[in-house]
């Protein structure tokens, strides 16, 4: 029964992936009808991220809450950074960043945050100066000088080529940062991740093209209430582009390449940096002690 019950799971799995291909790709007699789903397609693709099972807190018996750093440039994690230009691309594929200011944008995405412990929220309005960036450049300055009397009348508008505008995009992303907790199941005996917040790493929009910009948290998200719009964006599977995966699956999975920066301690959260100061393998020599430390507990587990 139970062998029974996985291959119909497997199968839902794999129906689940195969929906998210283009589709009526091979079918369509002109490009408007890519896309174009049959009614019983659309009754199958009315599904649900895999929901999270229950955990009572006495069924823990070990937890530890660790903050990881996502590189971008590693080539494992380039699934979340591309695509950077959407304009010449299908409307179905677009970067994780996309995704996620596209449901700020829309309001789909409300458990936005200033920090990782999910204190202070964040509305838009808050981040639209790290967004976007407009100033005036020398040039229009000085014409705006020249002809004080008149654009303060309204008579002359500046001319937009002396205007300066930068906004952030999917291509300055250059990290993701993830909160998570590792958790043993005593009940299951197993050791287990849950995936708690996420957040983009970039420069503001006013650093742009600087030669050292300042890098910054943009926002945290709380990774649970953003599930189902995750589950409906799928990201690139260079393996087989008939069956993408979704940006819930590949998170939830840990389909990508992270480093330790932070674990919870006693010295009030402190980061690795902070103590392993101006020596970068020390730094990730430390970083894989604490997740040894975290995988040897469940295996320690096991001794008699």
Known sequence: MKYKNFLIAIALVIGSFSSFAQSNLLNAKTPDEIGKKTAAQLISDNDKPLPYGYVHDRDVLMGKTTWEIIDLDERINFPMYYPIDTANIGKERRSLFDVLLKGIKDGKITEVYSDSYFNTKKTLKDMSTSFTYVDTTNAGKEE????????????????PQYINKKELGAIDISDYKIKGYWYFDKRQSELKYRLLGICPVSPEAKEIGAEAPDYIEL??????AVRDILHDASAFNDRNSAMPITFDHLLNSRRFNAVIYKEENVYGDREIAEYMKENSQMQLLESERVKDKIRDFEQD???Y
Not at 219 to 224: Q, R
Request: hydrophobic share 40%.
């Open 144 to 159: 705006m000088n020249n002809y004080l009397s008149d654009y303060k009348s309204g008579k002359k508008i500046l001319d």
């Open 219 to 224: 926002f945290w998200i709380y990774f649970p």
């Open 301 to 303: 587990m096991w001794n």
